[in-house]
C-alpha cells in the first residue's frame, strides 16, 4: 500500500488541478470526507489531512456544519512580476548603508520583521535540539571543545551524502566539506575560484549579502535579466559566458531569495551544460531547496552535474538552526582546492552544533520537522498573498514561490520602498526594500516580505497596514 503522506498530497494536488482547470467552480461543494472514504478507499486521516493541505493553499474554506466549499480567493488571478531588466555590465552602486539600517535592530521584540531572511524561532524544534546538545557533549570526545578534521564532521558529512538521494544526488561522504555556515561556503568557493578585479554572475535580484561579500573580495558583479517565475534568462547567460571574461557563476536555481523563483528542471540541465562548454564553475546556493510546497523534493543543477563543474553550498541556518553555524559544501573537481582555502581561513567547522545536527539527520528528526514547517509555510505564504490582494493598492505585483519563505511584492512605481520603509517602521514593521537587492539602479518599488513568522491576527493587520500606508502614499 502506498505511504499516506504521498496519498493525501496526490489526492490534494488532483483536486487543486480541478479547481484550477474549472472542473470545480467558486462556490462548489465538495463530497464529505466520508462521501471520499467510501467512493476511494482512503481513511479519514488521509482525506482529513488532504482536505486540510488544500485548506492551506487558500483553494477550499471549511464552513461549520455544512463542509468544504470552493473559494473565492481561487477564482483570483495575481498579476506577474516583471522580469528584471538590468544593464549587461558591472555596477557597483554602494547599498550598505540602507542594509545597516534594516538591520541594524533585527533583535527588537518590539518590531515586526517581515524583513528576517530566517525562521521565526517558534518553527523551530528547539527543545529537541538542546537535548542533542547535551548527548553530543558526553558522546564527544573532550565534550567537543577539540578540532575537527578540516573536511569536517564525519558523521554529518554521512548524513548529508545520505540525504543527498532527496534530489536525485550520489554523493558519499568523502564529496563533502562541512562549513560554518552557507556563507561561508559561498565564501571559500569565490576565494578558491577567483581573485580581486575577476567577473562573476548572478541573478538580478540577488541576495544582498551575497553581492556585497563578492564586493568585500574585489569581484566584479554582472548582474543577468531574471524571470520572477522561472529564474536566470538562459539566453542572457548564454551571452556572458560566451565572451569568455566570466570566472564563475553564482545561482539559486530553487526559490531564490529574493525573488522566489525556482528553474525548471529542463533550465537546470541547459546550465550545466552551458557552464561545462565555456568552463566556467557554477556556485550553487541550495539552501532553500528543502523548503518546497510540492510533493515531492526539486532537483538542483547538481543534480545533473558529471563532470564536477557545480559546486553545490547549503546549510540548514533557513531550515533548522540559524545560529549553530552548520553549512557544507559539495565541491565537484574543485574538492582539493576548496579544501585547502579553509585550512587558510577556518581549519575547522564548530565541533558540537555539526555533531548535533548529524544526529537530527541520522534519528529521522529533521525529515519529521521538514514536514511540519513547510506545511506552516506553505499556509503562510497562501495567507500573505491573500491579505496582500485584499489590503494593497489595484496593480500591485506579487510573486507565487512554490518554497522557501520570501514574497517579492511589486508596488506602483510612484513608491520608492526606500522612503517606505520608515514609513512602515513608524509602525513598528520593518520591510526589505528591493533597492538592496541589486548593484544597479532597480527595484525601487519592490519589496521583500518573509512569511517566516508564525501566522496571526496580529500579523494579518501589520500586512493590511502596509497596504494602507501604499495606498496613501500613491493619493498624497
Known amino acids: 500500500m502506498k505511504n499516506s503522506n504521498y496519498l493525501y498530497l496526490q489526492f490534494a494536488d488532483r483536486i487543486e488541478k480541478q479547481i484550477k482547470s474549472g472542473v470545480l467552480n467558486v462556490g462548489d461543494k465538495l463530497p464529505s470526507i466520508r462521501e471520499v472514504c467510501a467512493e476511494t478507499g482512503y481513511s479519514m486521516s488521509t482525506v482529513s489531512k488532504a482536505y486540510y493541505e488544500i485548506e492551506s493553499r ?6 461549520p456544519q455544512s463542509g468544504y466549499y470552493v473559494s473565492n480567493i481561487s477564482a483570483r488571478r495575481l498579476e506577474i512580476c516583471s522580469s528584471s531588466s538590468p544593464i549587461l555590465s558591472v555596477a557597483n552602486i554602494d547599498r550598505q548603508d540602507l542594509i545597516d539600517r534594516v538591520y541594524g535592530n533585527m533583535t527588537d ?68 566539506i562541512t562549513m560554518p555556515g552557507c556563507t561561508s561556503a559561498i565564501s571559500h568557493c569565490l576565494m578558491t575560484l577567483t581573485k580581486p578585479g575577476d567577473t562573476i554572475i548572478t541573478e538580478s535580484p540577488a541576495y544582498f549579502g551575497i553581492l556585497q561579500l563578492a564586493k568585500s573580495l574585489g569581484l566584479y558583479i554582472m548582474e543577468l535579466p531574471t524571470n520572477m517565475t522561472t529564474g536566470i534568462e538562459l539566453e542572457a547567460l548564454k551571452k556572458a559566458l560566451s565572451t569568455k571574461k566570466i570566472k564563475a557563476c553564482l545561482l539559486m536555481s530553487n526559490f531564490s531569495n529574493p525573488s522566489g523563483s525556482m528553474m525548471p528542471v529542463e533550465h537546470k540541465i541547459e546550465v550545466v551544460k552551458l557552464m561545462e562548454f565555456y568552463n566556467v564553475p557554477l556556485i550553487e546556493d541550495d539552501i532553500h531547496g528543502d523548503l518546497y510546497f510540492g510533493s515531492s523534493r526539486p532537483t538542483n543543477c547538481k543534480t545533473y552535474d558529471e563532470s564536477g563543474i557545480v559546486l553545490c ?141 508564525p501566522w496571526t491576527n496580529e500579523l494579518r493587520e501589520s500586512i493590511r497596514t502596509l497596504g494602507r500606508l501604499a495606498e496613501k502614499q500613491l493619493v498624497s
Not at 392 to 410: A, I
Request: charged content about 20%; overall charge positive; proline content about 4%.
Open 58 to 63: 487558500s483553494l477550499i474554506e471549511s464552513r
Open 109 to 176: 521584540q518590539n518590531i515586526t520583521m517581515l524583513s528576517l531572511g530566517f525562521p521565526s524561532n517558534e518553527l523551530l524544534p528547539i527543545a529537541k535540539l538542546n537535548k542533542g546538545m547535551i548527548q553530543a557533549m558526553r558522546s564527544l570526545p573532550n565534550s567537543g571543545t577539540s578540532y575537527e578534521q578540516v573536511q569536517g564532521n564525519l558523521n554529518l558529512r554521512k548524513e548529508i551524502a545520505r540525504w543527498s538521494f532527496s534530489w536525485g544526488g550520489s554523493l558519499t561522504e568523502s564529496d563533502i
Open 313 to 453: 553550498c547549503s546549510s540548514v541556518s533557513k531550515t533548522l538552526a540559524p545560529g549553530y553555524r552548520v553549512g557544507w559544501v559539495s565541491p565537484g573537481k574543485f574538492k582539493k582546492e576548496i579544501l585547502r582555502n579553509k585550512i587558510y581561513h577556518s581549519l575547522s567547522s564548530p565541533t558540537i552544533t555539526h555533531e548535533v545536527v548529524g544526529d537530527f539527520l541520522k534519528n529521522g528528526r529533521y525529515e519529521n520537522h521538514l514536514r511540519k514547517i513547510r506545511q506552516i509555510l506553505n499556509h503562510n505564504c497562501n495567507n500573505y498573498i491573500n491579505t496582500v490582494l485584499e489590503s494593497f493598492p489595484k496593480g500591485t505585483k506579487v510573486s507565487q514561490p512554490q518554497g522557501g519563505f520570501f514574497l517579492w511584492v511589486e508596488l506602483d512605481k510612484r513608491i520608492d520602498t526606500a522612503a517606505f520603509y520608515h514609513l512602515a517602521m513608524k509602525h513598528h514593521i520593518s520591510i526589505a526594500p528591493g533597492r538592496i537587492f541589486s548593484l544597479q539602479d532597480q527595484f525601487s518599488n519592490c519589496m521583500r516580505l518573509s512569511f517566516g513568522l
